[in-house]
């Protein structure tokens, strides 16, 4: 019969994300740890040749900084705005008309 470790207590998040750096190598070995320290402790920055190259980040968090695309955000800001009712006519500009002969 295999025995089976019971999970880690997952850590709760502090209100400033503790930002981890993994050099690429070990970003591939330990990738678990790198997904696990993403969504328990913040972002993890993995550096190539020393250089900040990515950033693993939550999914929740992902959701939250990318925001919702379906425009419902400025359908509501601008059902909420003061000037709502007023009404927007274009501007027309008389545009100049040159003669044609049309009889050659």
């Known amino acids: 019969m295999t025995r089976l470790k019971p999970p880690l207590p997952s850590r709760p998040r502090t209100s400033q994300p503790k930002l981890g750096r993994w050099q690429l190598q070990d970003a591939k070995a330990r990738f678990s740890e790198v997904v696990r320290s993403a969504r328990d402790e913040g972002p993890q920055i993995v550096t190539v040749h020393g250089r ?9 968090d992902y959701r939250r900084l990318s925001g919702e695309r379906s425009g419902a955000l400025l359908v509501e800001a601008m059902q909420a705005s003061p000037h709502r009712r007023t009404e927007l006519a274009p501007r027309r500009a008389r545009m100049p008309v040159r003669d044609v002969d049309l009889s050659s």
């Open 52 to 60: 900040d190259e990515v950033v693993v980040v939550a999914a929740d």
